[in-house]
């Protein structure tokens, strides 16, 4: 990991960091455009690395959830490939080891709202990457963008074959958010579209943006659309690099909302960095991320998981599909002001199961209703264990807070079910979020 961060930067004269540029994987496939033959250097793309940070430890403080204990609280110190480093509460350093965290969470974060996902532009990406980002060029290899939320940070640049979309508009209300997303992010046909604020459609092959403007050829020609008419784009999703998340990896969120995955992660005494899925590495301040959460082979992510029975019982005649990572009616899984990356957006009356085959020892999650539900809802969650209830909630509204779900014993567990049961309303807004369900598999099995 030593040459991932020696890569990013180093040393200026000041002391400070200067920019080292960032190296990206050969793309194999993109929109017509040339493909790769060799490893493009994309100057710029380091989050922060050519900001002039002070070397000054970053005093940040954190709560560390652990597979076994309560949680520990401290300062951030530093995190290596294997070892996290905190100052406790009461003074002493303590070296924790990566394997057993579930969760590092800066706890300075808790009581602050991520900014309306209206009011700024998203880039979403194959990976499961959401950038708060706006793009500023766009040609046929990379997207360079700003951070919407951080402009002191330089530009960024992204490979173009991760891109899915660009979303410049959102709407305020949560009902027209998820039709957008929804329209986006299920888009299958073999087309580049460009929708218009007006809902126009503009389908053809992506050329660029350029001058505030996007191109597109099609049967007619080029067609240019400008940026502030344009709601959002999608891309052609047969040309898009189908990067699967899996393996090691962990999930690194950002105080404005952003999530990326990473396969590494490190930090030195001022800016984490992280080598994405995508492939391309890249550093922020310590004191911009929110949380980062663990997944491999031990730590198990319940959404990589096919469930092997899906039950939806409508309390009336909709039956709504449950949705993994977006809340049950399409959009961002939103509790509270708090953004949530991973986990199930299910109705009332949904139930869904795993074959569990006794391999796992834990289960964790928290529950709530989701904000798209706009303070109303009511709804009961339950945890069943080879069909017992395990564990009830009381009953939810969208003005509940989060309920951290106590762990659940799967010591000798041949099947796990998630359920939400009908609250006192039927199922009116009962827009139900299992946010970041987990397993933690059996030490024996994970020996074999």
């Given at each position: 990991?030593n ?12 002391g400070?960091?200067v ?11 993109l929109h ?7 490893t ?15 070397s000054?430890t970053a005093?940040v ?6 597979i076994?204990?309560?949680p520990i609280h ?5 995190l ?19 394997a ?12 602050i ?7 700024t ?14 793009p ?9 963008a ?5 402009p ?10 991760l ?5 410049m ?6 009902v027209?958010q998820?039709r ?6 299920d888009?299958h046909e ?17 050329v ?7 191109t ?8 240019q659309t400008d940026?502030?008419q ?8 047969e ?6 998340v899996d393996g ?25 960095i992280?080598?994405?899925?995508g492939g391309?590495e890249?550093?922020?301040p310590?004191?911009a ?9 031990v730590r198990v ?8 029975r ?9 039956a ?12 961002f899984m ?20 795993w ?7 834990q289960f ?27 564990w ?8 509940s ?10 010591s ?7 359920r939400?049961k ?7 807004l ?18 074999n």
């Amino acid at each position: 990991m030593n040459s991932l961060v020696s890569s990013l930067r180093g040393n200026d004269a000041s002391g400070g960091y200067v920019n080292r540029g960032l190296q990206i994987r050969p793309s194999c496939r993109l929109h017509g455009r040339s493909c790769l033959g060799m490893t493009m250097m994309l100057a710029g793309v380091v989050l922060a690395g050519c900001v002039n940070v002070s070397s000054v430890t970053a005093q940040v403080n954190v709560r560390v959830e652990t597979i076994s204990g309560a949680p520990i609280h401290g300062t951030f110190l530093k995190l290596t490939g294997t070892q996290l480093r905190l100052r406790d509460e009461a003074g002493v350093v303590q070296s924790i080891d990566t394997a057993g965290i579930l969760r590092i969470s800066a706890t300075d974060f808790d009581e602050i709202r991520v900014p309306q996902i209206s009011k700024t532009p998203w880039i979403l990406l194959a990976t499961g990457d959401r950038l708060r980002m706006a793009p500023l060029v766009i040609d046929d290899e990379q997207i360079v963008a700003r951070w919407a939320e951080y402009p002191t940070w330089p530009p960024v640049s992204l490979p173009l074959e991760l891109c899915r979309s660009v979303v410049m508009s959102i709407a305020s209300s949560p009902v027209e958010q998820s039709r957008s997303f929804r329209r986006i992010l299920d888009h299958h046909e073999h087309v580049d579209r460009i929708t218009l604020s007006n809902g126009d459609r503009v389908d053809g092959e992506f050329v660029g943006l350029q001058d505030e403007k996007f191109t597109l050829t099609t049967t007619i020609g080029k067609v240019q659309t400008d940026i502030a008419q344009t709601r959002s784009l999608a891309f052609n999703p047969e040309l898009v690099s189908d990067t699967k998340v899996d393996g090691e990896s962990a999930i690194l969120t950002l105080s404005d909302g952003s999530t990326l995955y990473v396969r590494k992660i490190v930090s030195d005494d001022a800016q984490i960095i992280a080598e994405s899925i995508g492939g391309f590495e890249f550093s922020i301040p310590v004191t911009a991320f929110r949380s980062i959460r663990f997944h491999d082979a031990v730590r198990v992510d319940l959404t990589r998981l096919t469930p092997n029975r899906s039950t939806i019982t409508p309390f009336l005649s909709i039956a709504r599909e449950p949705q993994t990572n977006r809340n049950v009616i399409g959009g961002f899984m939103s509790q509270r002001g708090q953004l949530i990356a991973v986990g199930f957006g299910l109705t009332s009356g949904t139930e869904l199961s795993w074959k569990l085959d006794r391999k796992y020892g834990q289960f964790q999650a928290s529950v709530g209703i989701d904000d798209s539900a706009l303070g109303a809802g009511n709804a009961i969650f339950e945890v069943l264990v080879d069909g017992k209830v395990a564990w009830e909630s009381d009953t939810l509204t969208g003005s509940s807070e989060l309920v951290i779900v106590p762990s659940i014993d799967l010591s000798d567990a041949d099947e796990l079910t998630l359920r939400v049961k009908f609250g006192d309303r039927g199922s009116v807004l009962d827009y139900a979020n299992w946010c970041e369900p987990i397993l933690i598999r059996k030490p024996q099995e994970t020996a074999n």
